[in-house]
């Protein structure tokens, strides 16, 4: 990971996102990270909908400590998503932005379907 100014520095995305990148470069033996990637799109994709489905429940039943560690799930296997389909987060981070120049109704309504 990146090296941190103090204590307390927050971890970010993009560390999370560097952090995705080196161990795609290591082999499966040792990576849980590059097996996923060995297993394709699809099977990372459908980790990821399970991660999701496990955060709603923890989020649906209040529980704090599982929302937090089911979150933690959920980004790093959308990171492992991005990562495999070769979408830069920083392109995401940029529709995001673009996005939030705007009402979300005014965002939403002015998507192509």
Do not use: N, P, W
Request: charged share 30%; hydrophobic share 40%; glycine share 8%.
């Amino acid at each position: 990971m990146g090296e941190k100014d103090g204590a307390d520095a927050m971890f970010t995305l993009d560390e999370l996102a560097q952090t995705i990148d080196q161990r795609a470069g290591t082999g499966a033996e040792t990576s849980y990270t590059r097996s996923l990637i060995d297993k394709g799109a699809a099977h990372c994709a459908r980790k990821f909908g399970e991660e999701a489905i496990e955060f709603a429940i923890a989020a649906a039943a209040l529980d704090e400590s599982a929302v937090r560690a089911e979150a933690a799930d959920v980004l790093y296997h959308l990171l492992v998503v991005l990562r495999v389909r070769g979408v830069a987060l920083s392109s995401v981070m940029d529709e995001l932005g673009k996005r939030s120049k705007q009402s979300g109704h005014q965002e939403k309504a002015s998507r192509t379907k």
